[in-house]
């Protein structure tokens, strides 16, 4: 068989449900929403803000914005298809055309009973947009312009300089149904299209981080999917060295806490949680894992681990490869 047939017979396998442990497919998530991740649940607002260390996140909806597993599925698809359009010129829309719900589905290796649930965020993605804001701290050397400057340098003759980049991204730049009902009125079909708007676009081919999309999708939680994906993502800075995060980091990126009169009593809980996780992702998804907590409770210790993904990895198939 050659090697045109060996990859034809490959990728007709990719929807078959009997064979997607046997093939796995690769991904992306921008590095943003692996620092700052989407809702875990739905917050019930249009509004919802999440900060870590110097970046925040903000993203605005018309009813509600994207949340849980299904949202961060169908993050990673949009993402997926426009790093692999990178070939395109910047001239050139990328749509993402489904001639039924079920296509989408099948490209989410998700069953049919989802369908309602993929909808509601699709709904979510349509309507919503982002302000990703990063400080970068510097310091510089500045003349005196008055005697009378209130900007006084340090004994290096130095100040303090804040660079914030900031910038509104909408995840569509339009979005297109054809419902078809029978006599009924009962829908039997729902054709759509998505226009991914050129500054999603851009953001997700200059910054975004490959996972394995099959492990990802099977993780139940979307705390261990993000929990994953950032393990996948920090792996590539790690040395020789062990990287500690302290317990308040951990749970501020994370499950922060919100909204309690007992802060410090939340954040045992969350931790906690967390931690629960973390043995179920060592356990279940990521054997290879060099994670563990530190017996004092005072945070996670993570090493060099096997890389979850390779550059050109052959046993990998984009997840938005056609069939």
Not at 255 to 275: C, D, G, L, R
Request: hydrophobic share 35%; charged share 25%.
């Amino acid at each position: 068989m050659g090697k045109s047939q060996q990859l034809q017979k490959l990728q007709s396998s990719l929807f078959d449900e009997e064979n997607t442990d046997l093939v796995q497919k690769r991904s992306f998530i921008p590095s943003v929403f692996i620092s700052a991740a989407l809702p875990l649940r739905d917050t019930k607002r249009n509004v919802f803000i999440r900060k870590y260390n110097n970046i925040t996140m903000k993203l605005s909806g018309a009813e509600k914005v994207p949340f849980g597993k299904n949202g961060r599925l169908l993050l990673s698809i949009f993402t997926t298809h426009a790093v692999q359009s990178k070939h395109l010129e910047e001239s050139e829309d990328i749509i993402l055309r489904y001639n039924s719900l079920q296509e989408l589905l099948d490209e989410m290796q998700l069953p049919r009973q989802r369908g309602k649930e993929v909808m509601e965020q699709l709904e979510c993605f349509k309507e919503c947009s982002f302000i990703y804001e990063e400080t970068k701290s510097t310091r510089i050397k500045i003349p005196s312009l008055f005697d009378d400057d209130p900007l006084v340098p340090d004994d290096d003759g130095k100040v303090k300089a804040e660079k914030i980049s900031t910038g509104l991204i909408p995840f569509f730049e339009a979005m297109q149904y054809v419902r078809i009902t029978d006599k009924a009125e009962n829908q039997r079909n729902m054709a759509f299209e998505i226009k991914l708007s050129s500054p999603f676009r851009k953001l997700s081919q200059q910054h975004s981080v490959p996972i394995n999309y099959t492990v990802y999708k099977n993780i139940t939680s979307a705390l261990g999917k993000d929990l994953y994906a950032w393990f996948c993502y920090r792996n590539n800075y790690i040395g020789s060295e062990p990287l500690f995060v302290p317990r308040h980091s951990l749970v501020e990126q994370f499950m922060p806490v919100q909204n309690t009169n007992n802060p410090q009593a939340q954040e045992s809980v969350n931790f906690n949680h967390i931690k629960e996780q973390v043995e179920i992702i060592k356990e279940k998804y990521y054997p290879g894992l060099k994670v563990s907590f530190l017996k004092d409770g005072s945070g996670m210790e993570l090493r060099k681990s096997p890389a979850v993904m390779l550059p050109d990895d052959p046993r990998y198939v984009l997840v938005s490869s056609d069939n």
